[in-house]
């Protein structure tokens, strides 16, 4: 029973993998169930032994990357109270499995709202788990509430989750160094230790209103 389970739970790794990266290259809503079976070598009624549906099959691939980041995640944590060494960890993980799996990264972050009901539920409660372990450690960094966790979680996120669209192994550092670099730029800022910020170049910029993209530049503005 065990190596009948093994070779279920491989089957559907490759399916979901082969999937992803159909997702990714076509997007959720182009590409077919005939596109997968296809490029699995699986027939359309093999590939239903495994799901129901398309989406479902967008739920299982959203849901296994998730599960096993934070699996992941929480194994790496356990044993570790420091909440810098925690931050780090956290990044490390994300980043590692991201490049690792970077067509399931494109289909997280392009195909977000594609699902519904209970698998939009089920999803995004494991979203809200990987939110709430980064607020935490960020909160515990920063307990003084001057800078909000909720706005720097999503910050350091959105930093790491943009990886997939410009990341390319033959021209940039290795992976090491980019995880090295995005938690350095993150914890301590860009400039480096000891640079002098001018006076009034962190001020907000003049006027509380924003531009409307609406607006005729008159005779004396710039478009």
Do not use: C
Request: hydrophobic share 40%; charged share 25%.
């Amino acid at each position: 029973m065990t190596d009948e389970r093994s070779a279920y739970d491989e089957k559907l790794e490759s399916i979901l993998r082969t999937a992803a990266q159909i997702f990714a290259e076509k997007g959720y809503h182009q590409a077919s169930i005939r596109d997968i079976a296809r490029a699995t070598g699986v027939s359309l009624s093999g590939l239903y032994y495994y799901f129901n549906s398309k989406e479902e099959l967008l739920f299982l691939i959203q849901d296994h990357a998730f599960g096993t980041l934070i699996a992941n995640l929480d194994q790496l944590l356990a044993s570790e109270t420091q909440p810098l060494r925690r931050l780090r960890i956290l990044m490390e993980n994300h980043l590692r499995y991201f490049i690792a799996n970077k067509f399931e990264m494109k289909v997280l972050s392009h195909e977000a709202e594609a699902l519904t009901g209970d698998f939009r539920r089920r999803v995004n409660a494991k979203k809200r788990r990987l939110t709430e372990i980064a607020m935490e450690i960020l909160s515990e960094l920063r307990p003084a509430g001057d800078v909000d966790p909720r706005v720097a979680t999503f910050a350091m996120f959105g930093m790491m989750n943009w990886l997939y669209n410009w990341h390319r192994p033959e021209r940039d550092v290795p992976l090491d160094k980019i995880v090295d670099d995005m938690y350095r730029i993150f914890v301590e800022g860009y400039l480096p230790a000891g640079a002098v910020v001018p006076a009034g170049a962190t001020d907000a910029t003049p006027g509380d209103t924003a531009p409307s993209i609406w607006r005729t530049p008159g005779a004396d503005e710039q478009p």
